[in-house]
């Protein structure tokens, strides 16, 4: 039987959970979320979680911050004037873009909230310090193709989706 291992592509359906049973993300059996096992598309938790599953396979695990999205740092959000933004995207919570870092390295930063013309971001994942409960189905496995191991990720659920651009 075939097992989920590196080198291999997964196709999950799952619903994602917070420590309050709210809903935060989840997809159906129509639209399954295929990763690239070892290559950390998902977070640590859930990858370890699925070494070994096999098809059809179903389980519920429970992802500390840690294994997950990390903790948050406690920092309070840092409020920067919305014309250092592109002018024609509607700025929301939870978008985030690539800003450069103290010492010119990218890093990526959510958007927390907005008042006015001004947003306040975070270095925080929106989902920092959420302990995440996933109730996961296992609804494919493939091997990844050569390109898809050079990228790091699938191309789809069949590996032939393309990206619209070139790498």
């Keep these: 039987m075939v097992a989920i291992a590196d080198g291999k592509v997964g196709l999950l359906v799952y619903t994602l959970t917070n420590g309050e049973g709210e809903v935060i ?14 290559a950390g598309n998902i977070v640590p938790g859930l990858e370890a979680a699925l070494t070994g599953k096999s098809i059809g396979d179903t389980f519920e695990v429970s992802v500390a911050p840690e294994q ?8 309070d959000p840092l409020g920067v004037p919305k014309e250092h933004f592109p002018p024609n995207v509607a700025i929301q919570a939870g978008m985030h873009f690539m ?3 103290e010492d010119g390295q990218p890093v990526i930063v959510w958007v927390d909230h907005v008042e006015g013309e001004v947003v306040f971001i975070t270095q925080n994942h929106p989902l920092a310090g959420v302990t995440l409960n996933f109730a996961v189905e296992v609804v494919g496995i493939r091997d990844a193709s050569d390109v898809e191991r050079e990228h790091g990720h699938p191309h789809g659920l069949d590996g032939t989706a393309g990206h619209g651009h070139d790498h």
């Excluded at 993300?25 to 070892?38: F, I, K, M, R, S």
């Excluded at 997950?68 to 920092?75: E, K, V």
């Design 25 to 38: 993300d989840q997809n159906t059996a129509d639209d399954p979320l295929p990763y690239l096992h070892g």
């Design 68 to 75: 997950g999205y990390g903790p948050h740092d406690g920092r």
């Design 99 to 101: 800003a450069q870092g």
